[in-house]
């Protein structure tokens, strides 16, 4: 048959729905002039505002009452803005019970693209990885463990399970790092001690007189993924600065935080260092669970190990505990030696360590009597330390370290600049 005889309408058939439709709406344009909009006819309205109401992402809360679990969480993107908390729970309770569902919001207001569902157990939360891809209200949903990737690349978990990048050619200086020593950047005036693996420094916005951090030389981004020699150089100058506090009549409190950074090469690890009076560091515990509560979640208590337990045995006990080195995560160290440990979830609250420490009360000045050092001032465009801020530092130094040469070249005594 010919295309043209294709083409011919049958003598007797009745015009295209679709060809009435747009008859009609030509002819209403035409009656209305230039000021015709269909959202203005009977109905146009209502449809207009179901429709926007579909398409705009709205925060969900969540319970309150349950507190948040990373290891029963999963992190699910796609779903339909349309779809409501019920509607959300509905769905995945084919995996098992669902206790919470919640979606946040970024700092300018935004709503986050990621809705997080958490089950009453770790085996649901496993079991729901199954409806990765599934159709839900006509969106393809991808669900994915709500600590996964947060740290970037399942890499540094295999390094950390083969004994860490430290020392393996892997941590290279990066230009415009603030804790490279190589960096321009990096204000190393603030430097006080140089070891085999690690540097002290002088906080520049310290917390109290005697806020220090720990920072490893190689641009490594978390303590969990040194190597062992370079995480026990860590514990080495936690005992000295632990000794040197006593002297003053402080206790040691220290906290880390993990993010995984998309800028200046990712992350640096630094582990803040901050003596405290002994009524403060009482309360360290306390503080810590009371702002992590605040936010809906909850640290998990790691015991000091038992004595005679050297740094590879608190490596894989923190490893165990984070579930790898492949995790964000925030960590405290408490005077007793114990630790509050949490994984991190995206679009989490990251702020705790310093803002708990910031707001707990009769730790800023020292017992009558103590030599307690001042705290440093801004000095022009840098900072200032005065001798008696880095005499801290040279306590901690020549007590552990015993004057060796650092792998730089710098000798590990405090360097006054």
Not at 56 to 65: A, E, I
Not at 202 to 227: F, R
Not at 352 to 361: D, F, K, S
Not at 378 to 386: E, I, P, T
């Amino acid at each position: 048959m010919e295309p043209e005889a294709l083409s011919v309408v049958p003598e007797g058939c009745t015009p295209s729905p679709f060809e009435l439709r747009k008859a009609k709406r030509d002819q209403e344009e035409m009656n209305a002039g230039g000021e015709f909009s269909r959202w203005q006819q009977p109905g146009g309205a209502a449809k207009k505002q179901k429709r926007e109401a579909a398409a705009t992402p709205q925060p969900l809360p969540g319970r309150t009452d349950v507190p948040r679990d990373p290891w029963k969480t999963v992190a699910v993107k796609n779903v339909p803005w349309a779809a409501g908390e019920n509607d959300i729970a509905a769905f995945f309770s084919q995996a098992g019970q669902v206790a919470n569902v919640w979606r946040g919001t970024h700092r300018d207001g935004r709503v986050q693209h990621i809705t997080f569902v958490q089950f009453g157990s770790r085996e649901e939360a496993s079991r729901s990885l199954q409806l990765n891809g599934a159709d839900f209200n006509g969106r393809q949903v991808f669900v994915e463990p709500s600590t996964a990737g947060t740290a970037g690349s399942n890499r540094r978990a295999t390094e950390a399970a083969e004994g860490g990048a430290g020392g393996s050619g892997e941590g290279k200086p990066v230009e415009g790092c603030w804790f490279c020593l190589g960096s321009a950047a990096a204000d190393t005036e603030l430097v006080a001690s140089v070891g085999e693996e690690v540097y002290l420094a002088v906080d520049k916005g310290p917390i109290t007189p005697e806020h220090v951090l720990i920072v490893p030389i190689d641009h490594l981004s978390a303590s969990v993924a040194l190597s062992p020699r370079c995480f026990a150089e860590v514990e080495r100058y936690l005992s000295a600065l632990r000794s040197m506090y006593t002297s003053l009549g402080r206790e040691l409190v220290a906290f880390e935080r993990h993010l995984y950074l998309r800028t200046k090469g990712g992350n640096h690890c630094h582990i803040n260092v901050v003596g405290v009076t002994p009524a403060a560091g009482k309360r360290a515990g306390d503080a810590f669970r009371a702002a992590a509560a605040t936010a809906g979640y909850t640290l998990e208590l790691l015991p000091p190990l038992a004595r005679g337990s050297g740094p590879d045995e608190l490596r894989q006990q923190l490893l165990q505990a984070l579930g790898g080195a492949d995790t964000e995560y925030f960590m405290a160290l408490l005077p007793d030696g114990s630790r509050l440990v949490r994984p991190l979830m995206r679009g989490g609250p990251w702020l705790w360590g310093g803002r708990c420490l910031r707001t707990w009360q009769g730790f800023q000045s020292g017992p009558p009597g103590s030599n307690v050092p001042p705290v440093p001032r801004r000095s022009g465009s840098g900072w200032s330390s005065s001798d008696s801020c880095l005499s801290l530092s040279t306590s901690c130094s020549r007590q552990k370290m015993g004057g060796k040469k650092g792998k730089r070249g710098r000798d590990s005594k405090c360097e006054s600049r």
